[in-house]
């Protein structure tokens, strides 16, 4: 089962479009994060919060929203979709107590932007 | 600006040889050094990984060395597979700071058999 699910698995954009991302962990972690991958960029961090109602921002953030409204759920938001943005998306959660931290993955949302 | 650097970007090495990915890193203050690797169309998973308390973590054909002074650490993988064949990610952080890990790039090794 599960544990970190993202939706859709996959999204065409239109440029200058809003893209909302959707992730759910069953996992009672506390943190959640947004990563985007790129070939030769390895996993960046874009955004990723800590608590309900509480959002902080990663190594890349511009031109990203992002929205947690339970402990369960964080959102991305792309709210005017451009070319570079076309990526994968990895959501991820971890317990947060800052020992031996491991992160869970979801299977990622391969974004298109045309 | 990248806190943890990888190389080589892409291995090639035979069945049964020993694969060894390198890492280093810039911030003092890391504590915590994991590898995840990840296989194609699949997501990223934790692999091994090191607290700099010991400057070695073995689990099976896994080992990761790590050396405080020259702010490295790498991943030797034994006996390699063709299963092996993967993108392996080196990441650092410094505990209690809001888990914010820092990922190298990725290596793409690839075991011929």
């Known amino acids: 089962e599960a544990a970190v699910t993202q939706s859709p698995r996959s999204k065409v954009a239109v440029t200058g479009g809003k893209v909302t991302l959707s992730c759910h962990q069953t996992n009672n972690h506390d943190y959640m994060y947004w990563y985007r991958q790129d070939t030769g960029h390895g996993l960046r961090l874009i955004h990723y919060?800590?608590?309900?109602?509480?959002?902080e921002k990663g190594d890349i953030p511009d031109g990203y929203k992002a929205s947690r409204p339970s402990q369960e759920n964080f959102s991305l938001i792309l709210e005017l979709a451009s070319l570079s943005q076309t990526a994968v998306y990895f959501c991820?959660?971890?317990?947060?107590?800052?020992?031996?931290?491991?992160?869970?993955f979801g299977h990622g949302t391969k974004l298109s932007v045309l | 600006q990248q806190q943890v650097r990888q190389s080589p970007q892409s291995l090639t090495v035979w069945e049964g040889e020993t694969a060894i990915l390198n890492c280093s890193y810039e911030?003092?203050?890391?504590?915590?050094f994991p590898w995840y690797h990840q296989f194609p169309g699949e997501s990223p998973a934790l692999l091994i990984a090191i607290r700099p308390v010991s400057n070695k973590k073995e689990d099976g054909r896994f080992t990761i060395f790590f050396n405080k002074r020259e702010k490295k650490f790498s991943l030797h993988i034994a006996d390699s597979q063709p299963g092996d064949s993967a993108t392996y990610f080196c990441a650092a952080m410094q505990q209690g700071t809001g888990s914010k890990l820092s990922f190298g790039k990725g290596a793409k090794l690839t075991v011929s058999p």
């Open positions: 911030d003092s203050t890391f504590d915590y």
């Open positions: 919060s800590y608590v309900a109602d509480s959002t």
């Open positions: 991820a959660s971890s317990e947060g107590t800052g020992s031996n931290e491991r992160l869970f």
